[in-house]
């Protein structure tokens, strides 16, 4: 690879070393360096702690400066008084990244927590250290074995998040994970006193592990800098953005949350309208739009063809779709014709939304024979087959077989169809419909297939993939 | 009871005896004969069927005037052309009320089903029968032993569904279920040719089962009507309608689901701001409106207290709240106060939102400790606690036992308490963090504490349940 295409920051996500400061030594082994080592990080870790000579056996140290070996990064999990000195060995040790876990600063609300903090950015400016944080949960990178919680998967993908909110971050990486998609690189960036979202946003750009670029913010600092940073993104990719704070009391929220100053609803809205950037209100739809980007990419159009049982149901979704800004039309006179062939009993519609037949087993039947007609109807051009497991599953008895069997025979007519293709996969509460639901839904998104929890999240994510799909355009 | 108190809808609620016409003889034993009997209906079943001579050990007839007993209900279950001569028998045997489960009739858009359907009304007319359908389930009421589905709960309870969509009115009982709540009355009336929603409402109004009253409804035949009777429900208890097909295609998808003429937004807009009725979009929005009127009667303001770790996550809830009419006021200083001797780490936030200690175990505590102190505050009126199972209940590890605690202790505070507390309880999709949240949300609901899904249904929930009171109120 050609130097001129090597990034600083290749270096904080794949650090070749790390010196944990202010390492664990309790014996139940919870920590830093237990959660890199577990993870399988594989480069050096260097505990640095004053009062352990060992932690997770690995030499420990009682001062960064006392490592006789170049460390990369740095993660300081110290009281945030102690946090200044901590950073200027890191300079003496000349060290370029390091993460500030630790709270107490401007998200405090305190003097001393503000000073702290304009302490540690005045640092990092004369020594040239990059800072992540202070108050935040780092960075995780499956790619090289960095995570900053031992629940998240070790599968890479090519989603990138850069969230000033670690918990959402961490919400979002499990709820994907749920639906079998798998992240590049997510950042929790925390207060932002040195790198915020728009260094890393410029970054990801050019990230070729990265094809879909999602953001939590609660505050921007410089406006036109982030501004054609995501227009740059969006050249390249989507770039899917969750503004927090943008009401009232979110705003306030916010301020003793990261001390962000939010900004205000209309800046935000025309910020959306000029970049085409997709906005999105809370981290499950998030998840939604990010699946949708990934796996209906075929999309074309706004009309979408519904399939699923349930007259009532179908009224539903169709409401539900029509106030997301799709379009439900009938279908052509042809494809009416051949659907009437299939499903000749009373009562089941063959217009548009069509129900296939009774029961798991029958759906599947349906699938294999009748989505190859509604693939070709040149009314829609996009399909949503709703699979309510909740009340046709049945709560007595055993419905994995017909529901697995339905999955099966989906991602066979899947695979030859033109149309992207999505399931609503309705659960309700009860335990045995949720395990039987969650099996089928491991076999359909392994395969490609987009899987939401209802029609309402379904026709959003589908209609914001549409949106962009269309700003593209122009 | 004295005679005036009978009403002639009691009899079809709780009929002594009911003849099956078209039961199934199959030897696999499903439909409505093995329904009524599995479900524990303790009245005489009579099967007719020309083909058997007995049916789930039951002496079956060939036509139902061969019945030599009386009859207070009958189920037709036989092809839509057949039924209009059954109605016939049904009136000679001078049988009250007849459920037509049969579709095929006007939602079929055919001049024979259309024709089909006048003929049963006008039958139903000249003959006294009160006919339910056709092209419904019927009805579910417990107290009685009667269902429409073998998955329906035995318990009884005070909530009254009436419902154009037998799909939609399962799911509201299965969703219901999930959260330990039950019905009295459940009617799916289909396509409505005889008694419809509002004969439903006036019986309802004075019912004394009956509590909380919910409506799916696409067309009502006869709105000066329907509306009187929504007032005189509203006088003695709340109405939740979700009118379906309040859009350009979900009006198209009902005409062919029902026959019904959906009406158009601005009538319903009016009828909602005059009637007070609580206006619902999907189902799970009618469980959700359901269980806070059910869970959360203290309520007496909109300022809602919110508790939940993550700073990020609170942003979003205060944003939420706000986006549903709620407000997220600061904590008087007192209550701040108080709150800072028991949560005294940095990051943490004592103001509104609050975060208690971190895992589910720390939580437990805190809400033992300073639940008091957020009930006595003078800023807010109900209090929402957010237990972030999907994030902080770890993927990897037990977490049933920290949630459990964390569940108990949440009752042992709830119960002296004099605002209304509610949950939201964020599962993710991870099947182990699923059972278990399960297991607390059961914890939960039987000791009468509302859990949602997320903070938007939470809120979207109280504040409706805000609404209502607020209009009563006038």
């Not at 000073?115 to 005045?122: G, N, S």
């Not at 025309?270 to 739809?285: C, H, M, S």
């Not at 990010?290 to 399939?307: M, V």
Request: aromatic residues 8%; neutral net charge; hydrophobic residues 40%.
């Amino acid at each position: 690879m050609p130097a001129d295409n090597i990034h600083p920051f290749d270096k904080l996500f794949q650090p070749a070393s790390i010196a944990v400061i202010g390492a664990s030594s309790s014996a139940s082994g919870t920590g830093w360096v237990k959660r890199l080592q577990d993870f399988g990080y594989p480069g050096k870790i260097y505990p640095v702690n004053p009062k352990a000579d060992e932690i997770q056996g690995h030499k420990t140290y009682a001062n960064i400066c006392d490592i006789p070996f170049p460390v990369d990064y740095a993660i300081l999990n110290i009281p945030a008084a102690a946090t200044p000195q901590a950073m200027r060995d890191c300079a003496v040790k000349g060290i370029q990244f390091v993460h500030c876990y630790t709270a107490g600063f401007n998200e405090s609300g305190t003097t001393a927590g503000k000073q702290l903090e304009t302490e540690l950015a005045q640092i990092a400016r004369e020594s040239g250290i990059r800072l992540l944080g202070p108050n935040c949960m780092g960075i995780y990178c499956p790619g090289s074995g960095l995570t900053f919680s031992e629940d998240f998967p070790k599968e890479k993908g090519s989603v990138a998040f850069v969230a000033q909110s670690g918990a959402e971050a961490s919400r979002l990486v499990l709820l994907c994970q749920d639906v079998n998609l798998y992240f590049s690189k997510v950042v929790s960036y925390g207060n932002a006193a040195d790198l915020d979202e728009t260094d890393f946003l410029e970054y990801l750009a050019s990230d070729n592990d990265t094809d879909i670029i999602g953001l939590y913010i609660e505050g921007v600092k410089n406006g036109p800098r982030f501004m054609s940073a995501v227009k740059k993104c969006m050249k390249k990719k989507p770039v899917v953005i969750m503004k927090a704070g943008l009401t009232e009391n979110g705003a306030a929220a916010a301020i003793s949350h990261t001390g962000s100053f939010t900004g205000s609803q209309k800046v935000w809205q025309a910020f959306f309208r000029q970049t085409g950037a997709i906005p999105t209100q809370t981290i499950d739809e998030v998840a939604d739009t990010i699946q949708g980007l990934t796996r209906t990419r075929k999309l074309r159009g706004r009309r979408i063809a519904l399939i699923g049982r349930g007259g009532g149901i179908g009224v539903v979704a169709s409401d539900i779709c029509n106030r997301a800004g799709l379009l439900v039309p009938s279908f052509s006179a042809e494809t009416r014709q051949q659907l009437a062939q299939i499903r000749p009993d009373p009562g089941a519609s063959i217009s548009n939304p069509v129900e296939p037949k009774l029961g798991m087993e029958g759906a599947g039947e349906f699938y294999l024979r009748g989505l190859p007609i509604v693939d070709a109807d040149t009314e829609t051009d996009v399909i949503l087959i709703q699979m309510a497991v909740d009340i046709y599953g049945g709560h007595t008895t055993d419905l994995l077989p017909g529901l697995s069997e339905a999955a099966y025979a989906l991602c066979a007519a899947a695979d030859s169809l033109k149309k992207p293709v999505a399931v609503a996969l309705f659960t309700g509460g009860h335990t045995d419909t949720i395990l039987a639901a969650a099996a089928a839904r491991d076999i359909l998104t392994k395969a490609g297939i987009a899987v939401f929890t209802g029609v309402e999240s379904a026709a959003s994510a589908i209609s914001k993939v549409y949106g962009y799909y269309n700003f593209s355009k122009f």
